[in-house]
């Protein structure tokens, strides 16, 4: 009888293991292309520091960890669906073809930026850990973005 309980139990424990691995096989796709970004609230630019928000505004280059691979883009204040427009130059979905996919960014506290798609998905989030904005995830060989100079 103790033979019978014991097969039981290990008839038992294939079949929840074939459960679980039937589950991550099942849903692990739908998740696998996920970033997860922390839920940061969006800055509201009518009441932020106007000198701080005005520095927001205006041409980016977008970069690889070498600088060797770049896009321009222009943050714009101007809302759009999704969060407010952005003009991205017209070779940078072959440079970064990720951003062929990016219709807005928006601007959220911590001054995180996020780069969105049409269906408002925050594709690429940049963070300032030190002094430079880091690309969260790093899609498409995209390290980091920064403001360009204006004269």
Known sequence: MLCCAEM???K?????LGLAAGACLQFGQAFAGDAVFD??????????DPEFVADMFGPWAISDSSGGKH???VLKRDQTIGGME???APACAATFPVLGDITAWRLLEGWAIDLVDAE???RIRFDTP??????YPETDGIFTIQPIPRD
């Open 130 to 135: 030190d002094d430079i904005y880091v690309a």
């Open 8 to 10: 039981e139990g290990e």
């Open 39 to 48: 839920n940061l609230k969006p800055i509201d630019v009518e009441a932020a």
């Open 86 to 88: 952005i003009e991205l």
């Open 120 to 122: 408002r998905k925050t």
């Open 71 to 73: 896009c321009n883009v």
């Open 12 to 16: 038992m424990r294939f079949v929840v």
